[in-house]
């Protein structure tokens, strides 16, 4: 378990309490496993989605980007074997009605009885359990306003098939020959009955996916290079590195599709769960889409005069994982001026916002200036005004959202056209001619950083 201070429930609260995320649907008593992202939430998920396509797409040549659709045609799920197999075995309760995945009725899960928590489900002296049914965790609806054969649709509990559908397409303008990538980032929907933890296990959840296509003798060499470059990318979010860890699936683990499976798993308050997973997925999904198809799934190389069907390595991560992550790992208190504060340590690039620019009164022309300096950093980075409150409020707000730097307007500034910049995690203030600013804060944006939260630790 953990050492530091943090914990799912202290994570929660936070989120709920600074607008980050909180449960949806709540002014009808929310909707199970379901949260809403507000300002600063989205933020933060669009820093982490923004650096995924960086790594896959603006630091390399190698791969393209794909938006395919979160409705596919239904032989889509056939051929991927998720109308099969994608199940989870489930009982029921007679007596209190609920549900509960049949091989989670362990202490190690720790799912309880609703009506007595000190036993587990099927326990108590009134539990009453089915035998174990086999639930598909695909969400069903119909296209057309009357359900009748053949008009039965899926959301996509995964990204990834839609790369597969629109392997020949792409490889047809994108002028790439294998290895190369196709990445997507988007919604995708399971059916979980497990309570979530938070934002970990949701309903609705975005994937950040990339199937990438390779030459079969060369599909482990691919394997060893994505386990290292995932877990290299989170490190580089400023996840701290003894958090972080790659575990191979032993064989019984392993999907239908995959010769193998590594995951990254983060060490979260609830223990090493996973983040992403790295699967060898060999020929299985083009051979299959070819099979249900008719189409010919493969390439040709016009030089070796060789054609076969690709192997696929694919790294496959959760956005909200990702971003539970993030807040965990720089989730810290400390105390300043004999007062307990919250902050979250992120790294700056992660960052919500990256600076708040804050008059120290509400007069005397300082509300001007710091307007003057909003606007001249806005274009820069993720700026926020606000002039409401104490300015100890004021830092302790920003701490709160994990913002590097707050940028003090005060009276001498109205003299000389300086500004104190207040570090977040040194909590040092130094002065900044307003001239320079940008450049300034830009060039510490730019610079390596590692977790003020290891540096305790050592
Ligand atoms: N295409 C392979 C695939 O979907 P997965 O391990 O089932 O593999 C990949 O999912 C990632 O998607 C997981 O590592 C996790 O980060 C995220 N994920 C899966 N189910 C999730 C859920 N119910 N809620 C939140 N994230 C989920």
């Given at each position: 378990m953990p050492d530091d201070a943090v914990t799912m429930d202290k994570i929660v609260s936070l989120c709920k309490r600074r607008g980050l995320i909180f449960p949806a649907s709540e002014i009808y008593g929310g909707i199970a496993n379901t949260y809403d992202y507000g300002h600063y939430g989205v933020l933060l998920k669009r820093n982490v989605v923004d650096a995924w396509w960086q790594a896959m797409i603006g630091d390399r040549d190698d791969i393209v980007a794909l938006d395919s659709a979160?409705?596919?045609?239904?032989?889509t799920w056939e051929a991927s074997g998720h109308l099969a197999g994608f199940t989870d075995p489930l009982v029921d309760c007679r007596t209190c009605g609920q549900r509960f995945r049949a091989d989670h009725l362990d202490a190690e899960h720790?799912?309880?009885?609703?009506?007595?928590?000190?036993?587990?489900?099927?326990?108590?002296?009134d539990c009453n359990l089915t035998e174990a049914r086999e639930f598909n965790l695909m969400f069903e609806t119909t296209i057309g306003p009357v359900q009748e054969a053949g008009s039965t649709v899926y959301l996509r509990p995964e990204t990834a098939q839609g790369i597969f559908l629109d392997f020949k397409t792409v490889l047809g303008f994108a002028?790439?020959?294998?290895?190369f990538g196709i990445a997507q980032v988007g919604k995708s929907f399971r059916n979980e009955?497990?309570?979530?933890?938070f934002i970990f296990r949701t309903l609705e959840f975005e994937q950040m996916e990339m199937e990438y296509f390779v030459p079969p003798d060369d599909a482990h060499r691919w394997y060893l290079h994505w386990l290292e470059a995932r877990m290299d990318w989170y490190e580089r979010l400023g996840i701290r590195g003894d958090h972080l860890r790659l575990r191979a699936h032993e064989q019984d683990e392993l999907?239908?599709?995959?010769?193998a499976t590594s995951d990254v798993e983060y060490l979260y308050p609830i223990g090493w769960q996973e983040l992403e997973g790295i699967a060898n997925r060999g020929n299985f999904d083009l051979t299959q889409h070819a099979q249900y198809s008719?189409?010919?799934?493969e390439y040709f190389d016009q030089q070796s005069g060789e054609r076969y069907v690709p192997h696929v390595i694919e790294p496959a991560a959760g956005v909200g994982r990702a971003t539970l992550a993030l807040l965990c790992d720089a989730y810290d208190e400390d105390e300043l001026g004999g007062e307990a504060r919250t902050v979250l340590k992120l790294h700056p690039r992660m960052a919500p916002v990256k600076v708040a620019v804050l008059p120290l009164v509400r007069k005397d022309g300082q509300p001007e200036l710091a307007h003057e300096v909003r606007n001249l950093l806005r274009r820069r980075m993720q700026t926020e005004y606000d002039e409401g409150g104490s300015i100890g409020r004021r830092y302790r707000r920003q701490d709160e959202i994990g913002t590097p730097w707050c940028v003090t307007i005060d009276h001498q500034s109205l003299e000389d056209r300086t500004v104190t910049v207040r570090d977040r995690d040194t909590l040092t203030q130094d002065r900044v001619a307003i001239d320079e600013l940008p450049d300034v804060l830009a060039g510490k944006l730019e610079a390596p950083w590692i977790s003020p939260k290891l540096l305790v630790e050592d």
């Open positions: 979160i409705i596919q045609h239904p032989r720790d799912v309880r009885c609703p009506r007595k928590p000190s036993v587990l489900p099927g326990q108590g002296p002028r790439r020959k294998p290895p009955i497990t309570p979530g933890n999907s239908h599709y995959s010769s008719g189409e010919k799934l």
